[in-house]
């Protein structure tokens, strides 16, 4: 390969000092680099890369005119510059060239790669892409805002696939796959029913939480005709989309465009996006981007000097070093900025250390303070990092505004994520009172509950009631139909349906962040299989024809988040808001019920009564004296009260909710 001289090399040394890996005898000693200018900056008359590489004796960059393929037609060597930092300004218009760095370490030439800041990238992520970002914006981009959101209380998430809604024959969706497919209005299915945008515009969720949108490993995005489909948790290049989404991988520029339209379309409809992120492992190991550069400090090691393994994918971050939290925080900003993304969903969030998640926060809520923040407090395999730092669930209420997923009440619900067949309160197993309580007043402390009982946490893990996402199911795991069916063998359909229905009911009255799995609402299956994030469309997709089925699922959602959005009882924003308002009644087995008292949060209901009753047949509950409204029973919902109450108890059907209010 030739090498052409420097073009320019704009801060200098006057003798390059190459620092030899032998040079620091820990990570620890790796000069810090402060500055915000790493990766490429792009001028039409100039543009400068810089990367961090302090264990580098050279670094080169390498200049293409495709995306794949072919040798470079320039490269040069970069010039060492401060705190390990390699620089080289090219005083031309390099515009639609292609990149890439490679790095001489220990006197081995390691493999060429994008550096970690890349924000463009062709086929595959194998090459930097030089555009303008200021092309990258759809029309109208500069007047997006993210809609009016008064606090995290009335948040409501939907966690959905790219693909998930438009790949189905049904869907009517013509963009199949692709960011643009959920940009698309008036989509329907051959019943006539709503499909894509529009089903999620009705449904009446806040946040749609896309599953991996960044730019990940294991789809081959040269052969996009072959439908392979991917959950995406191998994350390649952090900071641009994924390829497989757009309609053209091989340019940079329209990934971004069209990821930028996906946003601005849901903006535009009254509807904030959340990214799935996944800084707490690479999909490549040894051959990632990160290691290619700075061999080892991006990651934590085990007592052998081997990667560890807290992600269970091979390979764990290390977010208490200063390059790698740095990278995080640059990384988020750059989607809030470039993207005006409104929120991050941390995968195995406990990898990562509680101060970073809270610089995190603290930073990102600056820009904006309704930019949400959760993850999942655990982490998949032991890190060498010690609990008393990580972002473990238990240690939530250590942290500001930073929301963790309750599992408690998810395996309360539903019965042990592990043990498909296991039944939890909703399918009739006996002493999850106090689980679903917990759940309830989300994770927080609350006089009535015998915390001992809890399914999993023995103590309050959430200091207010923002710091818990209520949920029942995920992309993870069996849909709630499919564990239905697994778990209660015996139950017809309509049993299933309305233990479906009673799950839905707490999550979406509970305190906290509700969060739904997109098709939840259908009734979804993935026809058994529980791990799908390899398996092709045809398990992964929604089939529109569930809406036609399950239509009475669909119509209950839709009520119990109008229900949720019309009543601030069911959204109060303290602990001791709900210490105040929230008072359990003392009932017979498998079932609980609560009241909400005095306005809560301003509600214009003075009291709510609310029963869920989780044995499969009709229960007489006691209830305080008064004049009650109905507002819901079993699969009926009126919040303007479908009849009244009178006396001190009232039938509940089995596997099913009731809703009583007094308005004075
Ligand atoms: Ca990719």
Not at 331 to 357: P, T
Request: with cysteine; proline share 4%; hydrophobic share 35%.
């Amino acid at each position: 390969m030739k090498l052409l001289p420097l073009i320019v090399a704009a801060i200098m040394l006057s003798s390059l000092e190459y620092n030899l890996p032998e040079k620091y005898s820990s990570f620890e000693e790796y000069p810090v680099y402060d500055g915000f200018d790493l990766g490429l900056e792009y001028h039409m008359d100039a543009s400068k890369f810089k990367i961090w590489a302090p264990t580098a004796q050279k670094v080169r960059l390498h200049l293409y005119e495709k995306a794949l393929g072919g040798e470079p037609y320039r490269s040069l060597e970069m010039t060492l510059s401060e705190k390990g930092t390699w620089i080289t300004i090219i005083k031309e218009n390099l515009k639609g060239k292609y990149y890439t760095f490679q790095v001489l370490h220990q006197n081995q030439w390691l493999d060429e790669v994008p550096d970690p800041y890349v924000y463009a990238v062709g086929t595959n992520g194998k090459r930097g892409h030089i555009i303008d970002l200021n092309e990258t914006n759809p029309v109208d981009w500069e007047n997006d805002k993210s809609p009016i959101l008064r606090g995290y209380e009335d948040i409501i998430i939907y966690e959905l696939h790219v693909r998930d809604m438009s790949t189905h024959a049904n869907s009517g969706i013509q963009q199949k796959g692709k960011f643009l497919g959920l940009t698309i209005l008036g989509t329907q299915s051959p019943d006539g029913e709503e499909t894509g945008l529009d089903h999620i515009k009705s449904l009446g969720v806040t946040h749609v939480h896309l599953l991996p949108a960044y730019d990940y490993l294991s789809i081959d995005e040269s052969k996009l005709e072959e439908h392979q489909f991917n959950w995406g948790y191998d994350p390649q290049n952090y900071n641009v989309p994924e390829g497989s989404y757009s309609t053209n991988p091989a340019d940079g520029a329209v990934r971004i465009k069209e990821f930028k339209q996906l946003i601005k379309t849901f903006h535009d409809h009254g509807i904030r996006v959340i990214l799935d992120v996944v800084y707490n492992h690479t999909g490549a190991t040894e051959k990632s981007n990160f290691n290619q550069l700075v061999p080892g400090y991006y990651y934590r090691q085990n007592a052998t000097g081997a990667f560890s393994n807290a992600s269970g994918c091979g390979n764990e971050t290390a977010s208490e070093r200063p390059m790698m939290r740095k990278f995080m925080l640059e990384s988020l900003k750059h989607w809030v900025n470039e993207y005006h993304i409104d929120g991050f969903r941390f995968d195995l969030m406990a990898i990562h250390d509680m101060e970073s998640m809270d610089l995190i926060a603290r930073e990102l809520r600056a820009i904006d303070p309704n930019i949400f923040i959760y993850g999942e407090g655990w982490t998949a395999g032991d890190s060498p990092l010690p609990d008393d730092k990580k972002a473990l669930k238990r240690n939530t209420y250590l942290m500001d505004h930073v929301a963790a997923f309750s599992d408690d009440i998810r395996d309360g619900l539903k019965g042990h994520v592990f043990a498909a067949n296991a039944k939890g309160f909703i399918s009739g197993k006996e002493g999850l009172e106090e689980t679903i309580k917990f759940g309830i007043v989300a994770s927080t402390q609350h006089p009535q509950i015998d915390y001992k009982q809890v399914n999993y946490s023995d103590t309050a893990w959430a200091k207010s009631p923002l710091q818990t996402v209520t949920y029942v199911s995920c992309h993870d795991n069996h849909t709630l139909w499919d564990r239905l069916t697994l778990s209660c063998p015996e139950a017809s359909e309509e049993a299933k349906k309305s233990m479906h229905k009673l799950a839905l009911t707490i999550v979406l009255t509970s305190q906290g962040i509700p969060f739904l799995h997109a098709g939840v609402e259908l009734g979804r299956t993935k026809y058994g299989e529980e791990n799908s994030y390899k398996s092709p469309d045809h398990i992964n997709q929604f089939d529109w024809t569930w809406k036609t089925k399950n239509k009475d699922i669909f119509k209950y959602t839709q009520a119990l988040i109008a229900l949720r959005k019309a009543h601030p009882a069911f959204r109060m924003t303290s602990t001791e808001m709900l210490k105040k308002h929230i008072r359990f009644l003392d009932t017979q087995e498998k079932i609980v019920a609560y009241r909400i008292s005095g306005h809560a949060n301003g509600d214009h209901w003075k009291d709510i009564l609310l029963i869920f009753n989780a044995n499969n047949t009709l229960k007489k509950v006691n209830i305080p004296k008064g004049d009650w409204m109905m507002a819901l029973n079993a699969a009926e919902i009126n919040t303007e009260g479908l009849r009244i109450v009178k006396g001190t108890s009232v039938d509940v059907a089995g596997s099913s909710a009731m809703i009583l209010f007094q308005t004075n």
